[in-house]
């Protein structure tokens, strides 16, 4: 298995723009994590799907921020309009619950999001 | 609530010193425990699990024990090596992952 797919990995933007990120979980995972990592406050978990639908987006910092899981293999994490603040790296993970090893999150290599 | 604490780094050690970085931990019930390592410019990876009081989880020469007594799970590693150097982070799980600041470390040749 290719194990979770991310892009892209490096995006700047400017202030004001949407921007877009996405994430391939592992096949036959049943759940997907998207969270921000940042100097000042450490891993952030933004929000969780399972089977597709969202379980938990309290940690979405506002409404600018938007997550969707259209289908298994597929999920976004959007930032529209996006501010400078929003400069992170964002880290999209999978599991799979069935195996009884739901707490073995895989994770992807990161979109370096940098918003000037 | 739950929460995980770890000692701040940056952690700077020789090649071959011990390596000790403190975890503990607050949860209701027992939750299972876990050390996650992020290498530069990748994401995190299971490194070690413990699910109930006592196991001890290891892995790559790296040891961490359960200690429900002192809601502790320290990572130790007897020698460590200069590939060693990322940063660690201590979780729980409690529905989801919840996890410690992260401690960086870096072991000089």
């Known amino acids: 298995d290719a194990g979770v797919i991310q892009s892209p990995r490096h995006e700047v933007t400017e202030m004001g723009q949407e921007v877009t990120l996405r994430c391939k979980p592992i096949s036959g995972h049943d759940y997907l994590f998207w969270y921000r990592q940042t100097m000042m406050r450490g891993l952030e978990l933004l929000i969780y799907?399972?089977?597709?639908?969202?379980?938990?987006d309290s940690g979405m910092p506002e409404d600018r921020f938007s997550a969707k899981m259209p289908n298994a293999s597929f999920s976004t994490l959007k930032i529209q309009p996006s501010e400078p603040r929003d400069s992170a790296v964002y880290f999209c993970?999978?599991?799979?619950?069935?195996?009884?090893?739901?707490?073995?999150?895989?994770f992807g290599p990161g979109t370096r999001l940098t918003v000037t | 609530g739950n929460s995980v604490t770890q000692m701040e780094g940056p952690v700077t050690l020789s090649e071959e010193a011990f390596l000790t970085i403190n975890c503990t931990y607050t949860?209701?019930?027992?939750?299972?425990l876990f050390w996650y390592v992020q290498y530069p410019g990748e994401g995190l990876q299971l490194l070690l699990k413990?699910?109930?009081?006592?196991d001890k989880g290891s892995n790559k020469g790296f040891e961490a024990t359960y200690r429900k007594e002192t809601t502790s799970f320290h990572l130790e590693k007897g020698s460590v090596q200069v590939s060693d150097s990322a940063v660690y982070f201590c979780a729980l799980s409690r529905g989801k992952l919840i996890f410690g600041q992260g401690t960086e470390l870096s072991v000089k040749p």
């Open positions: 993970a999978s599991s799979d619950v069935r195996t009884g090893r739901d707490y073995e999150q895989y």
């Open positions: 949860a209701t019930g027992y939750p299972s």
């Open positions: 799907f399972n089977n597709n639908v969202p379980i938990d």
């Open positions: 413990a699910t109930k009081a006592d």
